[in-house]
């Protein structure tokens, strides 16, 4: 656990050996979560990565729409 001061206009200084250890690079846009107690720094690809599995196996928007039309089409029968 590395600690941080927040710097003039919030701004965080991301020590050089986490920069290098998640190969984030000047420049390297990170997404921000909050969590309980704090905040989580992601790398994109794991921001969406994490985004993915919280919705597998969810149905989609659509599939319900052509499912209740198709209730509504077998009561019409």
Do not use: C
Not at 2 to 25: C, H, M, S
Not at 44 to 60: D, H, K, M, N, Y
């Amino acid at each position: 656990m590395l600690n941080v001061t927040i710097g003039d206009r919030g701004r965080l200084v991301i020590p050089a050996e986490i920069r290098q250890k998640y190969d984030w690079p000047e420049g390297t846009t990170l997404t921000i979560q909050t969590i309980a107690g704090g905040i989580e720094l992601l790398a994109p690809s794991e921001a969406l990565r994490r985004f993915q599995a919280s919705v597998i196996g969810t149905p989609s928007p659509v599939d319900e729409l052509i499912n209740e039309r198709h209730s509504v089409a077998a009561l019409g029968d």
